[in-house]
């Protein structure tokens, strides 16, 4: 392996095999030029559990102030081991997710108001690059090229959600590349550890 890799090997997760991090740590080499379905994994498919970084149909997604609620599709934020069902809460678990829309819709909804798209805009989506956003590859399940707003957080009641019907219809699990991806994208959105003010 690469001095590279060994120095990358701390900031890798601990529980995959020398091979996998192997492979995850190529993948990353090859980072942001292999932003495709590499970023998805069919392994867990017969789980009936809902994995932080699953694409889900149908959670209840407010947009405030508007007072309206409305079912879409949606990205969970909240870690596997919260939301697992066998992990008993004194007040019970709540799912936390943002909603997907279609890389279209987005082109639309900027034109709605009145702007042109900037030069670049799109391919730093796709390069994920725009940290309040995390580009999703087309699959046969998304239909098309969508992202996740994660900006736009929600929550539901877990007991109101039947893990086992949303287990079965999700639309995308990541890989260990794509959640990878995905957790240093969460990170950088949700926290600056150097944010540049002082606090004392």
Not at 88 to 101: D, E, Q, S, T, V
Not at 125 to 143: E, H, N, V, W, Y
Not at 161 to 181: C, H, M, P, Q
Request: net charge negative.
């Amino acid at each position: 392996m690469s001095e590279l890799f060994e120095e990358l090997k701390i900031y890798l997760p601990k529980y995959l095999s020398a091979g996998a991090q192997g492979k995850l740590f190529k993948e990353l080499e090859q980072f942001p030029e292999n932003i495709d379905a590499r970023l998805y994994t069919n392994r867990l498919a017969n789980e009936q559990s809902v994995f932080q970084g699953d694409g889900l149909c149908n959670l209840w997604v407010s947009n405030l102030p508007d007072p309206s609620v409305k079912q879409m599709r949606a990205m969970v934020l909240s870690n596997t081991c919260d939301v697992a069902q066998e992990n008993k809460r004194m007040m019970g678990p709540r799912l936390l997710y943002c909603p997907i829309i279609s890389l279209a819709k987005y082109e639309g909804l900027i034109r709605e108001q009145g702007q042109s798209v900037p030069e670049n805009h799109i391919e730093d989506i796709c390069k994920q690059r725009i940290s309040s956003m995390f580009f999703l590859p087309k699959t046969d399940a998304l239909g098309e090229a969508g992202i996740a707003l994660l900006d736009r957080i929600n929550n539901c009641d877990l007991q109101a959600i039947n893990v086992e019907d949303a287990a079965k219809t999700r639309l995308f699990t990541l890989s260990d590349y794509g959640f990878y991806l995905f957790l240093f994208k969460l990170s950088v959105h949700l926290t600056r550890i150097r944010e540049g003010i002082e606090r004392n």
